[in-house]
């Protein structure tokens, strides 16, 4: 095949019989941390406890973490994390009326809920859960969803288009208390990894491949771009760098490049791997699906939520060429257990066009046993 074709029935990289549910609770973008205190950390985008149906991606209530000692038993740690009670600027719903945003305090929301036609952004996405070791704690960071699909000019807007920002555990345990980092959004857009360096660099990366170096405290960037400003509550202005104005890492990219999210970095063997979520356009007209090509999602041409990985030796780059490690696997994590055995954390997300894809069920989140062929991560398909 040419570089950026794909066989997304390929037997190498699909979700075996061997891949498991960790319990039955609606979830995307899982994410798991190996702790230095022998446990695993999960997290994930989760839904608010009784909230309508259809409105996952529009409300949520914060960040959701469990705890387990064998990958087996999770136990809930709770709302770890509350937009209510500890979010500042990230509190506030925002409802679209024309060109602009009202602000909602989340009293007032509930107390006059919207009805199921009027599109509502306050959802907390892609939260990640790490143990930093120069910090000697635990912290997340995540993204909110304002602005999605809203209609008003990204570039132009007064508003902020999404926001990440990063959480610090003041004990040192992954139930918290955490407090922000900074005062502010860290940058727009959503879904952040965060990466610490063998020295204890910290790197935050957004979105897909944009790769910043954050101070030792993540109070914020370091030699960020010139900050933008941005209306997040009734007279509340954020200043904040914008994923826009920050380079992409260099990559052996695909013609024409594809779209992509949910950015992992990680590193094995000395080496780092860049871990992007993408969708081949499925095969059509006597050409093979494929990454590399034109034009927006449509019912009929999306094909799986695939994770695809390039590696480097540097962790600025060059990256590439990129290949498929798990055909459906899109954004979750990939981590070594205590033992050394890898993992990918994933969800199965809703099948698109040509769909199922995978053998588990929907948004739940699941383990499946990987392995390493080189310098490449595949799923192990024995049971």
């Not at 919207?114 to 790490?130: F, K, N, Q, T």
């Not at 995978?358 to 046993?369: I, K, N, S, T």
């Amino acid at each position: 095949m040419n570089y950026g074709e794909v066989d997304i029935q390929d037997p190498r990289t699909q979700i075996p019989a061997s891949a498991r549910v960790m319990f039955d609770e609606w979830m995307r973008d899982p994410h798991v941390c190996a702790a230095p205190d022998g446990s695993y950390y999960l997290t994930g985008t989760t839904r608010e406890p009784g909230s309508p149906d259809g409105k996952a991606g529009m409300w949520s209530d914060g960040i959701r973490v469990w705890r387990s000692l064998d990958l087996k038993t999770w136990e809930p740690l709770g709302l770890v994390w509350s937009l209510d009670r500890d979010g500042t600027w990230q509190r506030f719903f925002q409802v679209p009326e024309g060109d602009r945003i009202r602000f909602v305090e989340p009293a007032a929301f509930r107390a006059a809920l919207p009805g199921p036609d009027v599109a509502v952004r306050r959802s907390l996405w892609a939260p990640e859960i790490h143990w930093v070791r120069r910090l000697k704690t635990f912290v997340l960071v995540a993204s909110m969803n304002y602005g999605m699909g809203m209609p008003y000019d990204r570039e132009k807007s007064p508003y902020l288009f999404g926001g990440i920002f990063a959480l610090r555990s003041t004990t040192g345990r992954a139930e918290g208390p955490y407090v922000a980092t900074s005062p502010g959004p860290l940058c727009d857009i959503i879904d952040p990894c965060l990466f610490e360096q063998d020295d204890g660099r910290l790197y935050l990366l957004g979105l897909n491949n944009h790769l910043m170096e954050l101070r030792s405290d993540l109070s914020g960037l370091v030699n960020p771009p010139p900050l933008r400003e941005a209306e997040v509550g009734p007279g509340w202005l954020v200043k904040y760098a914008s994923l826009w104005d920050v380079p992409k890492l260099p990559q052996q990219t695909f013609t024409p490049e594809m779209r992509c999210e949910g950015g992992y970095l990680f590193k094995h063997n000395g080496r780092y791997h860049l871990c992007q979520s993408a969708c081949p356009r499925l095969p059509r007209a006597g050409q093979p699906a494929a990454y590399a090509w034109e034009g927006m999602f449509t019912a009929n041409d999306r094909g799986p939520y695939d994770a695809v990985v390039a590696s480097a030796a540097n962790v600025r780059g060059p990256y590439g060429p990129r290949y498929t490690a798990l055909t459906h696997g899109g954004h979750g994590n990939f981590f070594r257990d205590h033992a050394g055995q890898w993992w990918a954390c994933v969800f199965n997300p809703p099948s698109p066009a040509g769909g199922p894809y995978c053998p588990l069920p929907e948004c739940r989140p699941a383990l499946v046993p990987m392995r390493w062929d080189g310098d490449q991560i595949l799923p192990e398909a024995k049971a």
